[in-house]
């Protein structure tokens, strides 16, 4: 699957029967350095558009919110451990949790990756 985007930067791929979120690359760029990072733990549930996580950054600190409903069953300690992960690697190695949907058909909602660049662009 490729990479769905939320309006609110954050990006879901689907990996197994698990979602794989993090904040989109355009994301990063507007935050700046990311110097501490908050997730979730594994187990708690939300609903779309929940705060489910935190990035700080040296100029802001900005909520990232679940892009579908679900059960966090894991969430990337490394990010947490070394945030300007984010930086270098946010649609990569930076992921921040890993989600099992409870209604997939919310991923219909999310924006492509050409959809999302002209939003990003245009934001």
């Not at 300690?77 to 949790?97: E, R």
Request: charged share 25%; no cysteine.
């Amino acid at each position: 699957m490729t990479f769905k985007y939320t309006k609110d930067h954050e990006w879901v791929k689907q990996e197994g029967d698990a979602y794989v979120v993090g904040v989109s690359a355009h994301a990063a760029e507007q935050l700046g350095d990311v110097v501490f990072v908050e997730l979730p733990d594994i187990g708690k549930s939300f609903k779309k558009g929940d705060d489910m996580a935190v990035v700080e950054s040296v100029k802001a600190a900005s909520d990232v919110y679940a892009p579908i409903s679900g059960e966090i069953v894991a969430a990337n300690q490394a990010i947490v451990d070394d945030p300007a992960q984010v930086n270098a690697d946010p649609q990569g190695a930076a992921w921040f949790i890993k989600i099992k949907p409870s209604d997939a058909s919310e991923l219909d909602a999310l924006m492509d990756e050409a959809a999302y660049k002209e939003f990003a662009e245009n934001s």
